[in-house]
């Protein structure tokens, strides 16, 4: 019995490890001609989240890019916020959003490019189940959420 426990366990690290592996692969990386400063960004997911990192000399920032679509005109606006599983929200008041027509149907894009880096730990250690641009929410699907922490894991792995 403790075999088959031990295989099964194995086997789920592997396909785990692999699914992560997969992922990490799909990062793209670049480095400035000028400047060096090297950035390495998820692929968009989700319906347009990406993460990204940006290391120079050692130092890291980290952003997320979130949006979300609304049918009323706001502009000049602020005020991001992250919600987990537990009630727990992360709350980035004075965030600025910006804000373009839809072109691809009616009203408009709201999107935030915020960093995370003092946030990486909460956002890897809970289960975020929905952001908030100004008034307009969007969630996060289990699957989403999976994807979201596998590339964060990812970037924050990469040397």
Same mark, same amino acid.
């Given at each position: ?53 940006? $290391?120079? @000399?050692? =130092? ?5 890019? /979130? +949006? %979300?679509? *609304?049918?009323?005109? #706001? ?14 929200? $992360?709350? @980035?008041? =004075? ?5 373009? /027509? +839809? %072109?691809? *149907?009616?009203?408009? #894009? ?50």
């Amino acid at each position: 019995m403790k075999k088959i426990i031990t295989i099964i366990a194995l086997l789920l690290f592997y396909f785990t490890s692999y699914a992560q592996d997969k992922l990490c692969k799909k990062l793209n990386i670049k480095e400035d001609k000028f400047t060096k400063i090297k950035q390495v960004k998820s692929p968009s997911f989700a319906g347009g989240v990406f993460i990204s990192r940006f $290391i120079e @000399k050692g =130092n890291k920032s980290t952003y997320l890019y /979130v +949006n %979300t679509e *609304g049918v009323t005109l #706001n502009t000049n606006i602020k005020g991001f916020k992250i919600l987990f599983s537990d009630g727990t929200i $992360i709350d @980035k008041k =004075n965030q600025k959003i910006d804000v373009s /027509v +839809n %072109t691809k *149907g009616d009203g408009y #894009n709201y999107s935030v490019y915020t960093n995370i880096e003092d946030d990486i730990d909460l956002l890897l250690d809970k289960e975020i189940t929905d952001f908030r641009l100004y008034i307009y929410d969007r969630s996060f699907s289990k699957r989403q959420l999976k994807k979201f922490k596998s590339y964060l894991k990812c970037i924050v792995n990469y040397n």
